[in-house]
C-alpha cells in the first residue's frame, strides 16, 4: 500500500514538473518569436530602390534568432551604404548584437550626414567597433 502512495505521489509530482516545463517552454516559445519579429522588423525593405539601383534581399537563418544583418540606407542621390554582417554564433545573444550594429552604424551616418561630413568605410567601423568595446558585453 506504501508503495502504491509513493508511486502516485511521484506520479503527482512529475506532472507538476512537466508542467511547469511546458509553461517555461512556452515563455521562450513567445520570447523568440518576439525577437525575430524585432530582427525582421529592422530588415529594410524589400525590394527598394533608390538613384536607379534595386536592393533586394533574403535572409534564411540556421535559427529562429540570428546573427546575420542586412541593411542599406542612401547617403545622398547617387550613393547608398549597403553592408551585410553575420555575428558569429545564434540564438538571441547573436541576434542583439546585429541590433546594436544596425542601431551604431545608423546612428553615426546620420550624423555624419547631418553635419555633412563623409563617410569612409574605415570611420563607420571604427567607430562601432568602439561602439560595442563600451558596451562591455564581451
Avoid: K
Amino acid at each position: 500500500m506504501r508503495d502504491a502512495r509513493q508511486s502516485i505521489q511521484t506520479y503527482t509530482e512529475l506532472e507538476q514538473i512537466n508542467l511547469e516545463l511546458m509553461t517555461s517552454l512556452d515563455v521562450l516559445r513567445q520570447d523568440q518569436q518576439a525577437g525575430r519579429y524585432v530582427q525582421q522588423r529592422m530588415l529594410p525593405q524589400t525590394p527598394w530602390q533608390h538613384g536607379g539601383m534595386t536592393f533586394e534581399h533574403t535572409i534564411c537563418p540556421s535559427l529562429y534568432l540570428s546573427g546575420d544583418v542586412v541593411d542599406y540606407l542612401p547617403i545622398d542621390t547617387d550613393r547608398v551604404l549597403f553592408y551585410l554582417a553575420d555575428v558569429s554564433g545564434h540564438g538571441a545573444s547573436s541576434a542583439f548584437i546585429t541590433i546594436l550594429l544596425r542601431v551604431f552604424i545608423r546612428r553615426y551616418v546620420t550624423r555624419r550626414l547631418e553635419r555633412g561630413q563623409l563617410i569612409s568605410t574605415a570611420q563607420i567601423l571604427t567607430e562601432v567597433n568602439q561602439e560595442l568595446l563600451d558596451t562591455s558585453l564581451g
